[in-house]
């Protein structure tokens, strides 16, 4: 079942600039995602949603953007914090339930 | 700021065993979630749960998984008899509203261990 992908296993990034982590989806029924952070020892916590009627959606360093089309989504951090490193998780919502990806572990460099 | 608790964090139990994961969801919250993640592989649902029933399983949650709300505030996972493969972590969630754009709030997991 490989609804959700996210292509690149890790990333690293130089502290101040941009990351930019991607996600791809196969089931045009979704209608809603987000992204979750995951730090070693806790659970995923909730960072930002965006629905399926937009393209964009913004929170203070981080937004999501949404291209329906090519059934992908991307979450930019700008700047990018020692802080934010962690596996980042996209997760499409189902009914009842959330399809995750495999994860991507960012890794910001001081 | 509230949080869903998971008992306990690391659980080491020989095969064939019955295992209860407890978890105790943020106390206003209506829906409730078990995912788990085996080493390495991504995050998995297996049920979600409202108004004291399945809403929904994955074909993960067979005959040996059951779900239980106990009382006003445990939300427990029972393995009947544990297979190695069922080493992983198990996360509790839970949820205001079952609506897509209600997040889930997630435990930070029960380790389970099967010898």
């Known amino acids: 079942d490989q609804q959700v992908k996210q292509n690149s296993p890790s990333l690293s990034v130089q502290e101040g600039r941009i990351s930019i982590l991607n996600c791809d989806y196969t089931?045009?029924?979704?209608?809603?995602f987000l992204w979750y952070k995951k730090y070693p020892a806790e659970g995923p916590t909730f960072l930002i949603s965006?629905?399926?009627?937009?393209d964009k959606n913004e929170d203070g360093r981080f937004t999501v953007f949404l291209n329906k089309s090519a059934k992908h989504l991307s979450l930019h951090i700008v700047p990018s914090q020692p802080g934010d490193s962690a596996v980042y998780f996209c997760?499409?919502?189902?009914?009842?339930?959330?399809?995750f990806g495999t994860g991507t572990r960012l890794k910001v460099l001081a | 700021e509230p949080e869903v608790t998971q008992t306990p964090s690391h659980q080491v139990t020989q095969m064939g065993q019955e295992v209860i994961l407890r978890c105790v969801p943020i106390s206003n919250h209506l829906y409730f979630y078990w995912y788990r993640q085996i080493l390495g592989q991504k995050v998995e649902f297996l049920v979600s749960f409202y108004n004291n029933e399945i809403s929904e399983k994955s074909e993960i949650f067979d005959d040996q998984f059951s779900v239980e709300r106990p009382d006003g505030s445990n939300f427990t996972l029972k393995i009947r008899s544990t297979k190695l493969e069922d080493s992983a972590m198990y996360f509790c969630?839970?949820?205001?509203?079952?609506?897509?754009?209600?997040?889930?709030?997630f435990g930070d997991g029960t380790r389970l261990s099967i010898l």
């Open positions: 969630a839970s949820g205001q509203g079952g609506q897509p754009n209600q997040p889930q709030h």
């Open positions: 965006i629905s399926s009627i937009k």
């Open positions: 089931n045009s029924m979704f209608d809603y």
């Open positions: 997760a499409a919502s189902g009914a009842y339930k959330y399809i």
